[in-house]
């Protein structure tokens, strides 16, 4: 009777501890994670034709590398990566690129500098 007894009485315990709210139960200390600051250079491309132009404006305080990818619609049209350009706090930068023939899609890749 006395096993029945203890056996009860460690699981009332146990289903107590697992109905406390996630915040009531400890937890280990340690370092926050600092908050994410915003990143990113807001980016407008334009296809006209065959030409490509991105314009990119950076609002934050990092400097953001932003790089132009243009992939030509024809399979014997070779696609492009531009240079990398920084583009620092509240600057604005032109990005440009072209195809032979025809855009098939145009995108601005960004890397934390």
Do not use: I
Request: overall charge positive; glycine content about 8%; proline content about 8%.
């Amino acid at each position: 009777m006395r096993l029945s007894r203890s056996l009860a009485s460690a699981t009332v315990a146990v289903a107590l501890v697992l109905s406390l709210p996630y915040e009531a139960v400890p937890h280990a200390r340690g370092h926050k994670p600092a908050p994410a600051q915003p990143f990113g250079a807001e980016c407008r491309t334009k296809v006209t034709g065959s030409h490509v132009t991105a314009y990119c404006h950076n609002p934050y305080p990092g400097t953001d590398r932003v790089r132009l990818h243009v992939e030509c619609d024809r399979w014997w049209d070779l696609d492009t990566d531009g240079a990398p350009v920084d583009t620092g706090p509240a600057m604005t930068v032109r990005l440009t690129g072209r195809c032979w023939k025809d855009v098939g899609s145009a995108w601005v890749s960004h890397q934390k500098r």
